[in-house]
């Protein structure tokens, strides 16, 4: 049986399963030796909306046992298969914004912000190394910095008696 083909059966058998089916069940009900069940497992595992009754596992190997139960992800279970990057997520939480407020996106938005682990907004003070500035950074280039970002917008200013012009992807903080 060709791997797609395995993989298709094993997740028939997940779906008819909605009280779980271990890996041993799953290994005998496909005909294929254990081993192999447990790289398709781990292939399903990261593409398709299933679980485990070992989800909360510290250890990954914990998952891929043969007594482990598999299930399948419930009609009723928030599922979206999407990765963003950072600027996709961004783009995302712009156009959101732009539709207006409503409970639904509201929640969409602190779902896609929590995924970016961000901290509260606070004050900064860039370092380097472990030495202070010689002098503070002025507390209107942060806003400045962030109104370009966000905006996309370039900002003109000199450094060493040289003109600049940047256009800013985001703020780094050592």
């Known amino acids: ?12 058998l997940i779906a008819e399963s909605p009280d779980g ?4 069940e799953l290994s005998k009900a496909c005909g294929i030796p254990w081993p192999t069940l447990k790289g398709d497992l781990e292939t399903i595992s990261q ?8 989800d909360e596992a510290e250890n990954e190997e914990d998952l891929f ?4 139960k598999w299930f399948p992800v ?5 599922y979206l298969p999407v990765s963003l990057g950072v600027q996709e997520g961004l783009v995302l939480l712009r156009a959101l914004e732009s539709l207006g ?3 639904e996106r509201t929640r969409l ?11 509260p907004e606070q004050e900064y003070r860039l370092i380097k190394g472990n030495m202070d500035p010689v002098r503070p950074i002025d507390s209107e280039v942060f806003p400045l910095l962030d109104l370009a970002i966000t905006n996309r917008l370039k900002l ?6 040289r003109k600049a012009e940047v256009d800013p992807l985001g703020i780094v903080f050592y």
């Open 156 to 161: 003109e200013g000199s450094y060493n008696g």
């Open 21 to 24: 089916i271990s890996g041993t």
């Open 109 to 119: 938005k602190q779902k896609i912000i929590n995924t970016f682990a961000l901290v």
């Open 47 to 54: 593409t398709y909306p299933v679980h485990t009754d070992r």
């Open 74 to 78: 419930q009609p009723f279970e928030p």
């Open 65 to 68: 046992r043969p007594e482990v």
């Open 1 to 12: 049986m060709e791997n797609i083909q395995r993989i298709v059966k094993i997740l028939a």
């Open 101 to 103: 407020d409503s409970p």
